[in-house]
């Protein structure tokens, strides 16, 4: 009978598992073996510690398997970094050397206090320095300082953000960062709840048909504003910024690329700096700024030159028509979909927009100053 080739043989198999086992050991060997030539300068030690981490997280997040020319490739732009934190943790852990040796041996009650004190000393200072090692890796864009201020949290943090199921309360904060997500701003700052946990479950309890019945566990880190039972006037502003950096991320708080033109409860809309574009949701009939709305609606306006462009739907898909009036005198229309027109007002133009059997398609007008 012939044989199926297309169906891998138990030993081919059994191979790929064990290559890709050893995947865990040769990977960070070439890394270490790297480093190790690397912080032969003795000060060099920290950049190139630094050098390694990033190599081993493309590894692990890229599945760049260069790991040992990689921390070669990356030890230049740390050593520029990192020179002088290598070279005051070099005296610092030489000075700590020379002082156990002095110490140790010594009969004395004063002289054990203070090794004991040396030897505290020498482990936070190598925590530290792993901890920015670490966090240099996983941003290596951002400031020295930042990467400081992450080592410091994460290893000398409070454990209520360490662990499954600790919890926190955060504050003051005008932004946070995760690593592999990216950022959140806040223009105002804000009081948040934190919970880190790790949740159990099966894919088949969200798929019947394809789903396994194997238990996956996996970290999670939920943020939340706590309003409590019954809020009155509650409410939130804060920017996302997916995969961006804790630097940019930073630099956002810093200086937000959006501004706040009306958070009420019939309209919320922003207005972005760079290019003038305004963006407003309709819950109601409303006004924010330049624009007034008759009811619900999405809304965009798109300035450019002498040139304004309005995108609109209605969300809810259970109105005929969507009527905005905009505070901009003297405008034409150059082009305009189906069932949308304009017409002056005094003071500004006031568009309508036939939504009936649209199901929540956006319509667009594109006017000129005349």
């Known amino acids: ?50 050098a390694m981490a990033r190599a081993l997280q493309r590894w692990r997040a890229d599945g760049d398997g260069r790991c040992f020319t990689g921390t070669f490739a990356a030890f230049p732009h740390y050593w520029r970094a990192l020179w002088r934190q290598g070279l005051a943790a070099t005296a610092a852990l030489a000075v700590l050397a020379a002082n156990l040796l002095l110490l140790f041996g010594r009969p004395s009650p004063v002289a054990f206090a203070l090794l004991a004190g040396q030897v505290g000393i020498a482990a936070t200072l190598t925590v530290l320095c792993v901890s920015l090692a670490a966090r240099a890796a996983l941003d290596p864009g951002a400031p020295v300082a930042d990467w400081v201020r992450g080592a410091v949290a994460l290893g000398f943090g409070s454990p209520a953000l360490h662990g499954p199921a600790r919890s926190a309360t955060l504050d003051k904060v005008r932004w946070l960062h995760l690593d592999g997500t990216g950022g959140y701003v806040f223009p105002r700052p804000a009081r948040l709840r934190a919970l880190r946990e790790e949740r159990t479950a099966t894919w088949r309890e969200i798929n019947l048909k394809y789903g396994t019945d194997t238990p996956v566990t996996r970290p999670y880190l939920t943020l939340w504003h706590d309003h409590g039972p019954a809020p009155e006037d509650a409410g939130y502003y804060w920017l996302q910024a997916p ?44 006004r924010a700024g330049q624009l007034a709305c008759d009811g619900p609606a999405s809304v965009l306006v798109r300035p ?28 034409k229309v150059v082009s305009a979909d189906t069932g949308v027109r304009a017409e002056r007002t005094p003071g500004g133009t006031r568009i309508t927009a036939e939504t009936a059997g649209l199901h929540g398609a956006t319509v667009t007008i594109t006017l000129t100053r005349s």
Do not use: C, K
């Not at 050991?25 to 480093?35: L, N």
């Not at 009306?262 to 409303?286: C, K």
């Not at 030159?305 to 009527?323: C, E, F, I, K, Y």
């Open 1 to 50: 009978m012939p044989s199926d080739s297309s169906a891998p043989s138990e030993p081919s198999a059994g191979w790929s598992l064990l290559l890709r086992r050893l995947e865990f050991i040769a990977y960070p060997a070439a890394a270490g073996a790297a480093f190790t030539l690397l912080a032969l300068g003795v000060v060099t030690w920290l950049p190139a510690l630094a």
């Open 243 to 286: 995969a961006a950096s804790a630097a940019r991320t930073r630099l956002w708080s810093q200086a937000p690329p959006l501004a706040l033109v009306a958070d009420s409860t019939a309209v919320h809309a922003v207005r972005r700096g760079a290019d003038g574009l305004f963006a407003a949701n309709f819950w109601a009939a409303g």
């Open 304 to 331: 450019s030159g002498r040139t304004v462009t309005v995108a609109l739907s209605d969300p809810t898909q259970l109105r005929d028509r969507v009527v905005l009036d905009l505070a901009v005198p003297a405008l």
